[in-house]
Nanobody, 122 residues
Framework: QVQLVESGGGLVQPGGSLRLSCAAS????????MGWYRQAPGKQRELVAV???????NYADSVKGRFAISRDNAKNTVDLQMNSLRPEDTAVYYC????????????????WGQGTQATVSS
């Protein structure tokens, strides 16, 4: 059973910072891409940032220069450092991981955390 557990989030004023963390646990062979998505009220879930096993990153245009994604392959964790936060960053943030379960690679899937709320408000 694969599980992604997120931590961080909370309430912050505009211009402030938050750090989200996500840890993958359970029985699996390896993790490929890890990323963060968010869903604001009344909107579809959208990609925020993704990072490959080798460290290649990709960001949504709306967060470039403000957010930074990082991962620790040894610990199976991914973090999202969010700086210069804006009210429009308010959303539930979800961790995602592309995980291969078995050595042969025939069993794999996309796994999600339960979500953590980040609210930017004065």
């Amino acid at each position: 059973q694969v599980q992604l557990v997120e931590s961080g989030g909370g309430l912050v004023q505009p211009g402030g910072s938050l750090r989200l963390s996500c840890a993958a646990s359970g029985s699996f062979f390896n993790i490929r891409d890890m990323g963060w998505y968010r869903q604001a009220p009344g909107k579809q879930r959208e990609l925020v940032a993704v990072i490959s096993t080798g460290g290649t990153t990709n960001y949504a245009d709306s967060v470039k220069g403000r957010f930074a994604i990082s991962r620790d392959n040894a610990k199976n964790t991914v973090d999202l450092q969010m700086n210069s936060l804006r009210p429009e960053d308010t959303a539930v943030y979800y961790c995602n991981a592309q995980i291969t379960i078995n050595y042969s690679g025939t069993i794999y899937g996309s796994y999600w955390g339960q979500g953590t709320q980040a609210t930017v408000s004065s």
